[in-house]
């Protein structure tokens, strides 16, 4: 079983940062993929970023194109913890973000777009971005 904890989402002003944690605990396969989720008011949940982790070594975060450039996860895995810095918010990025966790064969990309196959979900950290 694993238990998933999201911290760290407010309010803040366009163009502004947040960076959202998530604590993560309990047992899982060594290889297995971790990443954030959003779901706007109104709108369907959407793959964020994503990290294939294989015996505590991490591989490199895929990201939605609409957060390239913007947003950056990454994971400690000492402190088995993920996060995801968010620079340059802008108002569309409005949503509740759910920390999320699956294990795999390999393709965590996938996720991205197949959100109904993660297995883990945290209870979401409300993030406003006013403009």
């Known amino acids: ?34 990443g954030w989720f959003r779901q706007a008011p109104g709108k369907g949940r959407e793959g964020v970023a994503i990290i294939y982790t294989r015996n505590g070594i991490n591989g490199i975060p895929e990201y ?39 294990t795999t064969t390999g393709n965590c990309a996938y996720f991205l777009t197949n959100d109904r196959a993660m297995y883990w979900w945290g209870q979401g950290t409300q993030v406003t971005v006013s403009s």
């Open 1 to 34: 079983q694993v238990r998933l904890v999201e911290s760290g989402g407010g309010t803040v002003q366009a163009g502004g940062s947040l960076r959202l944690s998530c604590a993560a605990s309990g047992t899982t396969s060594s290889t297995y993929c971790i």
């Open 64 to 102: 939605a194109d609409s957060v390239k450039g913007r947003f950056t996860a990454s994971q400690d895995n000492a402190e088995n913890t993920l996060y995801l810095q968010m620079n340059g918010l802008k108002p569309e990025d409005t949503a509740m973000y759910y920390c999320a966790a699956a």
